[in-house]
Nanobody, 116 residues
Framework: QVQLVESGGGLVQPGGSLRLSCVAS????????MGWYRQAPGKEREMVAT???????NYRDSVKGRFTISRDNAKNTVYLQMNSLKPEDTAVYYC??????????WGQGTQVTVSS
């Protein structure tokens, strides 16, 4: 199994920046892909960005050029640097890991609120 713990959410003004962190523990050697998802009130959870164990990244169109996903394998940590934040980025952000053949693990979520 893989356990995930997120941190770094908070309240920020439009145009501001935040960095989310997700620390993985457990069977980390079996992780294939890690990613960030978000869910706003009344909406479905959506993919924000993913990064494979080979470093291949993928972003949803609305965050391209503003968000950057990265990983530090020595710290078993994935980051999401979020710049030029907009009110529509407000959501609970969840870390996800795909490991083994097709297992998935989720973190507890961290709230990001973009408001003046």
């Amino acid at each position: 199994q893989v356990q995930l713990v997120e941190s770094g959410g908070g309240l920020v003004q439009p145009g501001g920046s935040l960095r989310l962190s997700c620390v993985a523990s457990g069977s980390i050697f079996s992780i294939n892909v890690m990613g960030w998802y978000r869910q706003a009130p009344g909406k479905e959870r959506e993919m924000v960005a993913t990064i494979s164990k080979y470093g291949t990244t993928n972003y949803r169109d609305s965050v391209k050029g503003r968000f950057t996903i990265s990983r530090d394998n020595a710290k078993n940590t994935v980051y999401l640097q979020m710049n030029s934040l907009k009110p529509e980025d407000t959501a609970v952000y969840y870390c996800n890991a795909i490991f083994g053949l097709s297992s998935s693990s989720w973190g507890q979520g961290t709230q990001v609120t973009v408001s003046s």
